[in-house]
């Protein structure tokens, strides 16, 4: 059953038709408490994790490189995972800090 139906259902027992734009309201209101704004603020958060790193902090790529922070670019992070390796990673890459995963 699609939501048209059952609002068409819902005026024609004589329900007003309010009763269903409430539902509805009430329905993108819950989207948005329990899962739109739960991952805004969870983004933010590793937004702000991610312009707090400075050079020589240990981070973790997403794809589970662990490394050092030798060079910081405007989109790009140079990462050292060994004595002379270097890696160039996009910043978005950056996982978390690696002392924060101890």
């Known amino acids: 059953m699609n939501l048209l139906t ?9 329900q007003s038709q309010w009763s269903g734009i409430i539902i509805i ?4 209101a819950i989207f948005y408490f329990f899962m ?3 991952q805004q ?6 937004q702000k994790a991610r312009e707090a790193l ?3 902090d240990r981070v973790i790529t997403s794809g589970g490189i662990y490394g050092k922070i030798k060079e910081i670019g405007d989109v790009y ?3 050292e995972i060994a ?7 996009d910043k978005t890459s950056i996982f978390a800090s690696a002392e924060d995963a101890k």
Not at 6 to 13: E, F
Not at 41 to 46: A, F, L, Y
């Open 6 to 14: 059952i609002i068409l259902q819902a005026s024609a027992n004589g």
């Open 25 to 28: 309201v009430a329905m993108v």
């Open 36 to 38: 739109i704004r739960p």
């Open 41 to 46: 603020k969870k983004q933010k958060d590793i």
């Open 54 to 56: 400075q050079m020589g």
């Open 77 to 79: 992070m140079i990462i």
């Open 83 to 89: 004595d002379g390796v270097k890696i160039k990673v």
